[in-house]
């Protein structure tokens, strides 16, 4: 009878793995194709550029006379963008995990838990639109600026898009440490704060280290957003001056570009590309050793 039930099931069992092999082979070769595209697109410019000239050229300028495409200020614009997002946004991203998974009581938590599963679903537009309206104007009158629109403002509206990330990624992992560790230190007599900082978050480095990845993928990749706080000049970064990051250069000219000026905007892409893959295979084997 057994037997007759799994020969029933085989069938099935076969055509979902089938399905699954097919659908992770699907955004394998998505990636290929991608990887491709770029690589086909984007490496003839440099060539014809210059790598140096490209990489490491501080004027871009494409639509004057006398041709410039140098991208390193938007290159710089997009590392001090995504770092300066992590270093506000994780610490308070992961407090509030901690909040969440050790410290509030089950109604809060499910609270906090919800407004942060609904922060990540606001569209980028709508982060960029109440930056624009709150966050520029307040910058431009704390520090005396003539425009609040430069690289501060956009970092301050990064961390706040990189949190929900952080938080649901860090909470996962708090809340997967064994109950045991927790237990067993409160029983050699460390205090509840002792215990989550000194045992538990240590545990869970992996994972909080996972959310970090997430969070500069999230950083580097956002354009909409960043392109209505940050000034969206090419010019080299500085804090309170309006920067291009390598996302804005490509959204916002791609729409009238042509010749020599389009396929340096493929080129950016894929610097952007090989940059954010270079960032995630660092830290994924960084979490990789932390796991061993």
């Not at 609040?148 to 990064?158: E, K, P, R, Y």
């Not at 560790?181 to 460390?190: D, F, I, K, N, R």
């Not at 000194?198 to 960043?226: C, F």
């Not at 950016?268 to 090989?274: E, G, H, K, S, T």
Request: some cysteine; aromatic content about 8%; proline content about 5%.
């Amino acid at each position: 009878m057994i037997n007759k039930q799994k020969a029933k099931q085989n069938p099935l069992e076969t055509s979902m793995n089938i399905i699954f092999t097919l659908c992770g082979l699907a955004a394998l070769a998505f990636v290929i194709v991608i990887t491709l595209f770029l690589l086909i697109s984007g490496i003839p410019v440099i060539g014809k550029i210059g790598f140096v000239q490209f990489i490491l050229g501080k004027i871009w300028s494409p639509t004057s006379a006398k041709a410039a495409y140098g991208i390193l200020p938007f290159i710089l614009s997009s590392v001090l963008g995504a770092f300066g997002a992590i270093i506000i946004g994780v610490p308070i991203g992961l407090l509030c995990a901690i909040y969440i998974a050790k410290a509030a009581p089950k109604p809060v938590s499910r609270i906090i838990r919800s407004a942060v599963e609904l922060l990540a679903g606001i569209p980028s537009v709508v982060y960029g639109l109440i930056g624009m309206i709150i966050i520029v104007p307040t910058v431009r009158e704390a520090f005396g600026l003539p425009d609040g629109a430069n690289l501060f403002s956009a970092i301050l509206v990064l961390a706040v898009m990189i949190l929900p990330s952080v938080i649901s990624v860090s909470e996962t992992a708090i809340c997967a440490v064994p109950k045991e560790y927790e237990e067993g230190s409160l029983a050699l007599g460390a205090t509840k704060n002792e215990t989550i900082f000194k045992i538990i978050v240590p545990a869970a480095k992996s994972g909080i280290l996972a959310s970090v990845v997430l969070g500069i993928g999230r950083a580097i990749g956002e354009a909409m957003a960043v392109m209505m706080v940050s000034g969206n000049a090419a010019n080299m970064p500085r804090l309170f001056k309006s920067v291009r990051f390598l996302t804005t250069a490509v959204a916002s000219e791609m729409s009238y570009s042509s010749g020599l000026h389009r396929q340096a905007l493929f080129s950016i892409a894929l610097v952007l590309f090989i940059f954010i893959l270079v960032i995630n295979l660092v830290l994924n084997l960084v979490i990789k050793r932390e796991k061993r």
